[in-house]
């Protein structure tokens, strides 16, 4: 009851909640952009393992806080940067996020047909297993990031399940529209380039505000969303000048010279050939007349 009547722990798990749904908008674009990978029918299902999967190693990770915790400290010494067992994540999962995106890339713009091959070869299980890497990595990021805000584990909890059935109900639409438009895809695999880079520099401990990250992300965003808008309105205006388009009649038959004089003598011959017609008829009757009026000897 102390939840429902305290301000301070409402603005804590609201703060924590659009968070975790910020942290998991990057997480639902990478597996739609994997899921689309696979046929259609199985689309849908891989989506659903996959942020049931990012559930479950989320809620794995905050029941085990003191692991979590454990990982922060240094392991090893890499040219005085101390290497703890979080950056090794981070690290690998920032090469392996930047790895896949740039092939992504290469296989939507040099792929045979447009990487439709590539789609046909991939599996299942090797789609499950590829959002399953990233499910930790970006579980991991957003443990610790709860971890710092806030103190009661009740709230973290619910904050990260909250915040995956918002995900699991738009993942959906938002596959839907990454796969439909090519130009917000290409925008996406891009995002997930500049976060491969951030994990990588936050394995680093050089940190980055998630404002420089997403700030440009979300402008971006802004820019396509108008870019989309401008491309349909122009689409409707061509559409609906189809419809109501003139009819245009074919342009009026004019005789050309030539015509006009073929035309011409044709007629001056019918002409003399009818006016020469009674003539030859009165010559062949006079010819006839003669013969029969000549008198025998």
Sequence with gaps: MEFLS??????????????????????????SILAGRLPEHQQARARTIGLSLALVTRLLLLASLSWV??????L??????EISGRDLILLLGGLFLLGKATYEIHEHLEG???????RATSSFAAVIAQILVLDIVFSLDSVITAVGMVDQLFIMVAAVVVAMVIMLVSAGAVS???????????????????????????????????????????????????????????????AQRG??????????????PSTE?????????????EAGAPAEAGARAEAATGKSGTPAD
């Design 69 to 74: 915790i454990g990982l922060t400290a240094p």
């Design 261 to 273: 004089a073929d035309a011409q003598t044709g007629t001056d011959t019918r002409t003399r050939t």
């Design 112 to 118: 045979a047909e447009h990487g439709k091959s590539a």
């Design 76 to 81: 090893f010494t890499v040219v005085g940067q």
């Design 243 to 256: 419809a109501t388009q003139p009819v245009h009649l074919h342009p009026t038959y004019v005789k050309s």
């Design 6 to 31: 305290s301000p301070e722990l409402w603005v804590a798990f609201a703060t924590l909640l659009l968070l975790e749904v910020v942290l998991g908008i990057d997480n639902v674009v990478f597996i």
């Design 176 to 238: 839907r529209f990454v796969n439909t438009h090519p130009t917000v895809k290409m925008l996406a695999l891009s995002f997930l380039l500049l976060i491969g880079a951030s994990l990588i520099a936050e394995g680093f401990d050089q940190h980055i505000p998630k404002g420089y990250v997403y700030g440009p992300i979300a402008f971006s965003i802004f820019v396509e969303f108008l870019n989309l808008r401008v491309r349909a309105r122009q689409q409707r205006s061509a």
